[in-house]
């Protein structure tokens, strides 16, 4: 079955700065990769996902990328603000309707002011 | 995206005991899916809940240990059993997006403590 792998576990970074948080996945049937937020005491929010027929994908300050030849999906949050700090997961799943979702471990991103 | 609920939002629950956890949402959708969040980890899904089926559980979840109903299309309970500390997690629901399907949106979880 998929196995999807993420790094880094936990990663500070001064307010303004950019974070990079990568992914990896095993299974090369997978084609649909999200990625959620999650507050302390709060639901997982799907803040970006991606599909593999693009390689990027942007939203204001979060862009996500999809390399499906290296099998590894990486999230870029940029000009970082306190209100960034949570826990953030990627997942992965094949995209067919009623498929689970595979998660990465969790990475904690703090931002400091 | 739709307006899902969960009760309880927490409970304190006896070991042995058993605990029945709702979740409803605003429009119908075809999957419902309950997840377990071990305090600290990531999300594990226990199974999977389609309207008019059984539910189809993950590799070391089953039936037994945490029966699910989906009477409907917009509810199902997930009923964690016998329970003992090591059962103590967040258990939350998601949904389908009847626009895109492979998407998934969170209830707002059940924060679960067993004595």
């Known amino acids: 079955g998929e196995n999807v792998e993420q790094h880094p576990s936990t990663l500070s970074v001064q307010e303004g700065d950019s974070a990079v948080i990568k992914c990896t996945y095993s299974d090369s049937a997978s084609n649909y990769f999200p990625w959620y937020k999650q507050e302390l005491g709060k639901r997982p929010q799907l803040i970006i996902d991606i599909r593999s027929n693009v390689g990027e994908k942007k939203d204001q300050r979060i862009a996500v990328t999809l390399n499906k030849t290296a099998k590894h999906f990486s999230l870029h949050i940029t000009e970082t603000q306190p209100e960034d700090s949570a826990v953030y997961f990627c997942?992965?799943?094949?995209?067919?309707?009623?498929?689970?979702?595979?998660f990465g471990k969790g990475t904690t991103l703090s931002v400091s002011s | 995206s739709a307006v899902i609920s969960q009760k309880p939002s927490r409970d304190i629950c006896q070991r042995g005991t058993s605990l029945t956890i709702q979740c409803q949402v605003d429009s119908q959708v075809t999957m419902m899916f309950w997840y377990r969040q071990q305090p600290g980890q990531s999300l594990t899904l226990i199974a999977t809940?389609?309207?008019?089926?059984?539910?189809?559980?993950e590799s070391g979840f089953v039936i037994d240990k945490f029966p699910i109903s989906r009477p409907n299309l917009t509810f199902s309970t997930l009923t964690v059993s016998n329970m003992s500390p090591e059962d103590s997690s967040i258990y939350l629901c998601?949904?389908?997006?009847?626009?895109?399907?492979?998407?998934?949106?969170f209830g707002p979880g059940t924060r679960l403590t067993v004595l």
């Open positions: 809940a389609n309207q008019g089926s059984e539910a189809t559980y």
């Open positions: 998601s949904v389908d997006s009847s626009g895109r399907p492979d998407t998934q949106y």
């Open positions: 997942a992965a799943s094949n995209g067919q309707a009623g498929t689970a979702l595979i």
